[in-house]
């Protein structure tokens, strides 16, 4: 996780698309105030906030599986990975979390329970994981602004695609933010680091999310590409990974390419 948050300067991640990221001409700029913030967690004990409403959450929903996640999980402390926490203004308490785990460093977490299709395979991809927030109107505040320092997140570790896996009727909301299913027709499938609760898969591309939800007129689009949020801030962010991940896709693709050489007559030629 360290990797990850420190490093080269990452202001221009929460300036995101409010000041024309992605393309979007004329944007209207204001900035709004939170009673709570949302940063990338970076110590012990900011670690046990998101871990408490982490299992409060699930412990709501799914109280089998919220009884693994009492303590932290090796996950929130890969170095490919990053923990969001969202905390109140008024007395620190933890109202948020999710863990956004790219596979810089290791496969997803949903890849130990299926095989990604080719389009994905080679592709710098995070997945959203452990979301969880408090109850109430707030809550759907929080999750609204965690969702926002994830897509922000991405764009700023120049990652292809976002990949999220919801259960029923969690997949909805993904629905709603208008991700694809990675698994057309497939529906739900068994997810080992959810345990084994049936999951639909889905995804989105970063870049594509601005036009994609203009044109759809999108409820949440003002708020994630025409405001500033000051206290969603992830601060700095270490953007050396995605780079060493697409010379490991060079590499492969040159690898590719010998094997197709070595295939045809002339290759030893081609060799020497």
């Known amino acids: 996780m360290n990797a990850i948050v420190e490093g080269a300067a990452g202001a221009r991640a929460m300036r995101g ?9 004329g944007l209207i700029y204001h900035e709004e105030v939170m009673p709570f913030t949302v940063k990338i967690v970076r110590t012990e004990t900011e ?16 109280p089998e599986l919220a009884k693994l996640l009492r303590e932290a999980e090796p996950y929130d402390h890969d170095e490919g990975a990053v923990v969001l926490l969202a905390e109140s203004k008024l007395d620190g308490a933890p109202l948020g979390t999710m863990r956004v785990q790219t596979n810089l460093c290791r496969p997803l977490a949903l890849e130990g329970s299926v095989e990604l299709p080719d389009w994905l395979q080679g592709c710098v991809l995070a997945e959203a994981t452990r979301l969880g927030v408090t109850l109430g109107r707030v809550g759907h505040l929080v999750k609204t ?6 897509f922000h997140y991405c764009l700023e570790m120049e990652v292809d695609w976002m990949v999220v896996a919801g259960r029923s009727p969690l997949d909805r909301q993904y629905d709603a933010l208008l991700f694809s299913d990675v698994f057309p027709g497939r529906g739900y499938i068994p997810m080992q ?4 609760i049936p999951h639909r898969v889905l995804a989105m591309e970063p870049k594509s999310l601005e036009p994609i939800w203009r044109e759809a007129r999108h409820p949440l689009y003002d708020s994630c590409f025409r405001t500033h949020h000051p206290d969603v801030d ?3 962010l270490d953007r050396r990974e995605p780079i060493l991940s697409a010379a490991r896709r060079t590499v492969e693709g040159l690898l590719n390419m010998g094997r197709a050489f070595s295939a045809e007559p002339d290759a030893a030629v081609l060799a020497a």
Do not use: D, P, W
């Open 17 to 25: 698309l409010a000041a024309g990221t992605g393309g979007a001409e």
């Open 47 to 62: 670690l046990s906030k998101a871990v408490q409403i982490r299992h409060a959450a699930y412990a709501r929903h799914v």
């Open 145 to 150: 602004m965690l969702f926002k320092a994830y």
């Open 193 to 196: 680091h959810a345990g084994n």
């Open 234 to 236: 992830l601060g700095a």
